[in-house]
């Protein structure tokens, strides 16, 4: 069975960083897309950043580049979102997602959907003050 946990969330100023991590277990591939999504009260959830594991490619939404880095530990299984230069704006709760079965194009395309996905941590509050 797979398992996904998210951990690293907090509250920081404007300005500020902070590093979420997202540990997958359970898998049998080595190679997985690995998805961050945000989703803020009253708001649609959206796709911030992915990598597909075993891989340099990544995708970021437009709102986030250059401030937040996505990367992974294959040793530890685990993928990292570094999250700089914050803004009130990047406030939500954030999860990370897991799927063996999105092909690398789309995964590193942000050409997927929340739905695409099969695995789910349980979430990690960011929240950015002014």
């Known amino acids: 069975q797979v398992h996904v946990v998210e951990s690293g969330g907090g509250s920081v100023q404007a300005g500020g960083s902070l590093r979420l991590s997202c540990a997958a277990s359970g898998y049998t591939s080595t190679n997985y897309c690995v998805g961050w999504f945000r989703q803020a009260p009253g708001k649609e959830r959206e796709a911030v950043a992915s990598?597909?594991?075993?891989?340099?490619?990544?995708y970021y939404v437009a709102s986030v580049k250059n401030r937040f880095t996505i990367s992974e530990d294959n040793a530890k299984n685990t993928v990292y979102l570094q999250m700089n230069s914050l803004k009130p704006d990047d406030t939500a709760m954030y999860y990370c997602?897991?799927?063996?079965?999105?092909?690398?194009?789309?995964?590193?395309?942000?050409?997927?959907?929340?739905?695409?996905?099969?695995?789910w941590g349980q979430g990690t509050q960011v929240t950015v003050s002014s």
């Open positions: 990598i597909y594991t075993g891989s340099t490619y990544t």
């Open positions: 997602a897991a799927d063996p079965s999105i092909y690398w194009t789309y995964c590193t395309r942000g050409q997927f959907t929340g739905a695409n996905f099969g695995s």
